[in-house]
Structure formats: C-alpha cells, structure tokens
C-alpha cells in the first residue's frame, strides 16, 4: 500500500508536467493496485484526490487513455465510488472518447461508463440525453468482428433499453439491422442470449417492432424454434421460450402484425399456425397468443374463423382438459374470445361447438381462465338470442356464475360473471332465462351492478333488471326487496353525475317495478316524485321526455 501512496503522490506531480513515461508507471502502480484489493486501493485514490486530476488525462491523443479509462473502470466497480467519479467530472471526457478509432480506448471507456451508470436510471437518463445511443450503435456496426467491444455494446443497449426515454433514440438508428446482422452470425448459445436480451426490451416500441420485422428478425426466430423446439437440454428449452415468446410480442405492434399477416397468406402466419397442434406446449401457448394477435381486427378475425382457425383452437383447448396447462387454456380462449368480436363470426363459432368446449373449464378454479372463459361466453352470445337463451337457461352455468359474482378478491372475474348474467338475460328477452338467474341467486348481483363505477356496467344492470321486472316481476319481488332495488334507483336519480341513459333506465325500471305492492309501497315512501319532476328539465330531451311519463305514472297510481 505504501508503494500505491508513493504513485498516487507521483501522478500528482506528473499530471501537472504531462510527463508521460511517469504518468505511465504510476497508472501501472494503481492498475495492480486496484487488481489485488480494489475497494483498499479505491479508497485511497479518493482520499489523494487523485479522481479530479484524471480528466486531463483523458485526451484521445494520449497513450495514457486506455490506462486512466482501465482505473476509472475498476474503481467505479464499487459503489461508493460512483459518485465520487460523476462529481470528479469524468462521463463528458468518457463519452468524448467514444469518437476514438482506438478499440482498446473504446473497450475501457465503455467499461467505466457502463460501471459508473450501474443501476442508477438518472445517469443513463444523464447518457442519453448525452446522444451516447446513436453513438454506440455506430461503434457496433464498425467493430462487430470485435468481440469484447460487441459485448461492451450488447450490456450498454441492456441497461438504456430498460428506460423509456432511450426508445426514440433507438428507433432513429439503425438498431434493428445491426443486432439482427449480429444475431445471424452467432452460433453459441450465450452469445444469441445476450442479443435476445436487447431485443426484449427494445420490441415494446411499436416503431422498433416494424423495423425488427424489416431487418428480418422473424425469420432469425423461426430458425430458432426449427432448431429447438425438439431438443431436450436446458438451452434448448430457453432459447425456444425466448425465441417464441419474443415472436408474440413483435405481433403487438398494429403494423408490424399486419405485415406478417400478409392477409393470411403470409409465411409467418402460416408457420405460426403449425404450432397449435405441436406437442410443444410452449409452442402451443405461443400459437394461441399469436392468433389472438393477429386477431385484433375485424378483417383478420373474419379471414381466420373462414379458414379453419376455430377447429384448430377448439383441438387444443380440448387437449388441455385433462392437461390442464392454464397459460395454454388461457391464451387459447384468449384468441377465441377476439374471434368472437365481428358480428359474422359469432353465428359460425357457435355453430362450431365453441360454446360447449368452453363450458368444459366451468369447473377451472384458475382466476385467469375464468376470466377468459366468462369474456368469450359474453363476446359469443352478443346478438345471438339463441345461444344466450340456450346458455341462460343453463342451471350448472348460472349457478357458477353467481358464485363467481361474489368473488371479491378477483375483480375480473367479478366483472365478467355480472355482465355475462346481464347479458343471457338482455339478449335472450327470455322469461326462462329470468326464472334461471332468480331461482339461482343472481338478481342481487345484478342490483349492485347497477352501482359498478363502470357507467357500461350499470347500464348493462339496468337493462337486465327492467327486462326481469317486465317478463317476472313476481318472483322478482323478493329479491329486488331484499337487494334494496328502490333504494338504489333513488340514488342514481338523486346523483347528478349519473349519465342520461342511467337516469332514463332508472325511470324505466321505477315504473316497471310498480305493478308490486310491496315496491310500490318503497317508492312512495322515497318520494320518487320530487327527484323525477326536477329530471323534467334535464338538457337531455330523452331523459326529460321520460321524467315527465313516470311523473304521470307516479301522480296516476299515488
């Protein structure tokens, strides 16, 4: 340690008379240093001060460079010291240096910026806004047959990437061809795992996705899984989840979905298709994904249900009956649920079967599936009196539903299992489908549905509520007493931020729900009459034309 004091002392003095051969031995002294106990001799560099003299020795011309950057490198290897080095004003000589043609100085300036910004979002904020991006993009398209440099690149972009601000940065360069160029030459499995971990982040920016899909990063990918998907080692096995898992994300970007979709010609699209009957599961849960990508609009999804896709979809899920593998069960009603979406579709589907294998994972009790069991069911019976008849009338499926309806710790499902109870009833009209939901327990549900913060929910209640009250009131009776139905019309009207259609609906179902004593008796006693004569002249003319019906309606049966 004494010999480190005596050089730190030295490059004091040299530092100031730019003798080189001095400085040089001394940056020597400090390297072995720093080499056999690095927190030690880091302490004593800052205690010296030696930190502020290393700027000037920064220069690109100077053959100290590669040392100075070497030390700051390994200093900035411990915390404490990071600061300490931002204070001493090192990062602008360090990023100036990046310009250098000298592979060595680029290697340890790299070195001791990615050190010094480890893990510390405001300096690589800080290296950002300093254009070190652009930069560093550059440098990996001069030195891609370096390796050490190209890795240098690789765990800078891994760290930036991670930050929102770099995106835009990336996507004005010429990122995507320079890692999918260096992806195509990697044999090793390492290698294409430090790329994949670049390629992840960056690929949730919907303009470097577009870019990734030009430069021809999907074909690198598909290569990949041909080349795993039948291999049995752990890499093997990585390298597949990470190839496919990164070819469903490139497919959340709208343009670059639509490009490999190619109208349903495309070869991507074809080859993804291939996965849903592999043997693979995570080929399987990357297929469905896929298609529930691809099916985000109404075009895509028609020309998918016309060609086949369903019956594919309906063969996996009943695979996984007795499997059981919930992401695989999840992604492929995910994808069936988007398919229901067009109005043509719907009537195709059912005829399909689509229905029956859905109700086939009533009895999951993973959150996730029932949430997508409960959206596809909903999308399905959308306009199809039929099918919301059929299903509505269906005790086993009402009685779940209601179950569902209560619980609390999973707001989804909760969600979902309300609008789909709303829903067999507003689509049905069916006084089957009424008793159903009655006799199991559902009227209750629908009445606090009505005070959802969604405005979509409560009026989706509303009108299930006032079609009960219009085809049974009777054997609604009780349990609209008991739900505090009148209570709860009250103060929609009462609130004035309640929307026109929950007031007009309000209205409809208060002058429903009349013809029972026992409700009736609720609404006088309430003074219904009051909130609904000040409605008479609310802006919306519907809502006003319907407060003046039910103040006639009140006054004629007060």
């Known amino acids: 340690m004494d010999n480190l004091s005596d050089a730190l002392e030295k490059l004091k003095l040299a530092s100031t008379d730019s003798a080189t051969d001095s400085v040089e031995s001394c940056l020597d002294c400090l390297l072995k ?74 290697l340890q300036t790299g070195r001791a910026l990615g050190n010094i910004c480890y893990d510390s979002h405001s300096l690589q904020a800080q290296l950002i806004s300093m254009g070190v991006i652009p930069t ?58 430090m790329i ?103 075009g895509n999804c028609i020309h998918m249900v016309d060609t086949g896709i369903v019956q594919k979809l309906l063969e996996l899920l009943d695979r996984h009956v007795e499997e059981g593998n919930v992401t695989v069960q ?52 959308d306009t199809q009196a039929e099918a919301a008849d059929q299903l509505g009338t269906n005790g086993k499926l009402v009685e779940r539903l209601v179950e569902w309806c209560e619980a609390k710790d999973h707001a989804g499902v909760m969600g979902e299992s309300n609008r789909l109870l709303s829903a067999l009833i507003r689509h049905s009209k069916s006084k089957e489908v009424v008793r159903t939901v009655i006799q199991g327990g559902g009227v209750k549900h629908l009445v606090t549905m009505a005070t959802s913060e969604h405005m979509i929910m409560q009026n989706e209640a509303l009108v299930a509520l006032g079609l009960i009250a219009a085809l049974d009131l009777v054997a609604a009776e009780k349990d609209f007493v008991g739900a505090n139905l009148v209570s709860v019309l009250h103060k929609l009207l009462s609130d004035e931020r309640s929307a026109p259609e929950i007031k007009y609906n309000s209205m409809i179902l208060i002058c429903a729900v009349m013809g029972s004593e026992p409700l009736h008796k609720e609404v006088q006693s309430l003074a219904f009459i009051d909130v609904v004569s000040k409605l008479r002249a609310h802006e919306n003319k519907t809502v006003s034309h319907q407060a003046s019906l039910t103040e006639q309606r009140l006054t004629a049966q007060s």
């Open 136 to 193: 560093l993009v550059k440098l990996l398209g001069i030195h891609s047959h370096n390796t050490a440099l190209t890795e240098m690149c690789l765990i800078a972009f891994g760290n930036l990437a991670e930050l929102e601000s770099s995106k835009e940065q990336f996507a004005s360069t010429n990122i995507a061809e320079e890692l999918v160029r260096l992806f195509q030459k990697q044999s090793e499995h390492e290698k294409k795992e």
């Open 330 to 381: 999840h992604a492929a009603l995910s994808a069936l649920r988007n398919l229901a979406i067009p109005v043509v579709n719907k009537s195709k589907m059912l005829a399909a079967g689509v229905a029956d294998v859905v109700l086939k994972f009533l009895q999951s009790e993973m959150p996730p599936v029932q949430f997508k069991l409960l959206g596809t069911l909903r999308m399905l019976i």
């Open 196 to 298: 994949f971990e670049v390629l992840a982040p960056l690929a949730e920016n919907d303009v470097i996705k577009l870019q990734l899909v030009e430069a021809g990063l999907v074909e690198c990918l598909l290569e990949v899984v041909a080349q795993t998907v039948d291999g049995e080692r752990e890499e093997d096995i990585a390298q597949l989840k990470t190839a496919s898992d990164l070819m469903v994300l490139l497919l959340l970007g709208d343009e670059s979905m639509q490009k490999l979709f190619e109208g349903g010609k495309g070869s991507v699209f074809q080859r993804v298709l291939s996965w849903i009957p592999s043997h693979n599961h995570q080929l399987q849960l990357a297929g469905a994904l896929a298609i529930a990508n691809f099916a985000r609009n109404d």
């Open 33 to 106: 240093a720093l080499a056999n106990n690095n927190t030690e001799a880091s302490v004593k560099i800052q205690e010296v001060g030696v930190l502020t003299l290393l700027p000037t020795l920064l220069s690109p011309q100077s053959s100290c460079t590669p040392k100075v950057a070497n030390i700051i490198a390994e200093v900035a290897k411990n915390e404490f010291m990071r600061s300490p080095c931002v204070e001493a004003g090192l990062i602008p000589p360090l990023i100036q240096l990046l310009n250098s043609a000298d592979q060595e100085v680029l």
